[in-house]
């Protein structure tokens, strides 16, 4: 029931967003704006958007590794499965998918595998913000800062703050483990008594999860990697602008950046499953207002660009999840079963 719920409301939310995104558009210029794309430069842009996967590959591997070595063969299937049931799904489920199905697979603890996936976000957070300020601050933009929506703004300002918190706090657990399991302890008794032992499992491994962030070289591995992940997806975005006619002007490749950053970090809040209707909505809009691109030219990039972001991780992911024999069904009902027992049996 609750999944249902949480998919209607997606489905709401992407009707709202769609209202507001197609109101007064000219639907004869926006077909033309569509037909107006040259599909030969979806071939670089596609070659240079899964290069960026292949990078998040290695990048696990180097998450995983205070825990267990892990192989790059093993774990790109599993990414890759995660990613899009976050495409498909509501609620961020990939993530948590993803974890487990790795725990089971490399048999490891679910909770440090999901760690690493905590870990792997914030970087992702913090690559969208040097990649946000270095764009800004290129003088390469036909733009500045204050010609941009207040509320794009505001989250350029803040966005530092809550990532630089979530880093803090991070930090602390792996550095003062011992005092962070004595507070969750104290937290944990206020819960039923059978519960005790599994929360307090819980809370060690997913803080051995954290562990990579005792290793400088390994926590500027991440970084890197994060960074060139990053790059790949705003070339992409660029590639496709070429292929629209909309660059190198007025989006070159630091415009595209700053799009990448600013979407991105959009959709971070609660929305629809894969961003659909919030990531075409902030596209176009910054497009629009900051960038003077045509309404109907704004939108059909935004959709084509998506198109690129969300339909061959979706199809690369059914093809390993045939190729494993899994069901995203099976495997999300199989998650919360044993999270139920693992509940129920301290």
């Known amino acids: 029931m609750l999944t249902q719920k949480r998919t209607w409301i997606g489905l709401a939310f992407i009707l709202v967003t769609f209202y507001f995104l197609f109101r007064n558009i000219d639907k004869d210029k926006l077909i033309a704006a569509f037909s107006h794309f ?32 892990c192989a790059f063969q093993s774990l790109f299937p599993t990414l890759i499965i995660g990613f899009m049931a976050n495409n498909v799904l509501p609620a961020r489920a990939g993530e948590f998918i993803r974890a ?63 990532f630089g918190a979530a880093f803090l706090v991070l930090f602390a657990l792996v550095l003062f483990k011992e005092t962070a399991v004595t507070v969750v302890q104290f937290f944990i008794r206020l819960a039923p008594a059978k519960f005790h032992g599994p929360m307090e499992k819980l809370a060690h491994t997913f803080i051995d999860g954290l562990h990579i962030l005792k290793n400088a070289k ?13 790059t790949c997806e705003f070339s992409s975005y660029y590639l496709m602008a070429v292929g629209m006619g909309i660059a190198p002007n007025p989006l070159n490749l630091f415009s ?32 629009c207002v900051s960038f003077k691109v045509a309404k109907e030219t704004a939108v059909g990039y935004m ?13 690369l992911g059914l093809y390993y999840s045939a190729r494993e024999h899994l069901q995203l069904g099976r495997l999300e009902a199989e998650r919360e079963r044993e999270k139920t027992e693992e509940k129920g049996h301290p």
């Open 256 to 287: 595209a950046a700053l799009l990448m950053a600013i979407v991105n970090l959009g959709i971070l809040i609660p929305n629809a499953p894969g961003g659909i209707g919030l990531f075409e909505f902030l596209g176009a809009g910054l497009l």
């Open 100 to 162: 487990h199905l790795n725990g089971k697979k490399e048999g490891i603890s679910r909770s440090a595998s999901f760690a690493t996936i905590v870990l792997e976000r914030l970087f992702d957070g913090l690559t969208m913000i040097i990649l946000l300020w270095a764009a800004l601050g290129s003088g390469r933009l036909p733009i500045n800062e204050a010609m941009m929506s207040p509320g794009i703004q505001h989250a350029i300002d803040w966005s530092p703050y809550v």
């Open 218 to 230: 390994e926590t500027l591995m991440v970084l890197l990697t994060s960074l060139a992940a990053w």
């Open 303 to 315: 959709f084509l660009v998506h198109f690129l972001v969300l339909v061959p991780i979706i199809l």
């Open 38 to 69: 040259h599909l030969v430069w979806l071939v670089p842009a596609l070659a240079v958007y899964l290069l960026g996967y292949v990078i998040r590959g290695f990048r696990w591997v180097v998450l995983l590794s205070p825990v267990k070595k």
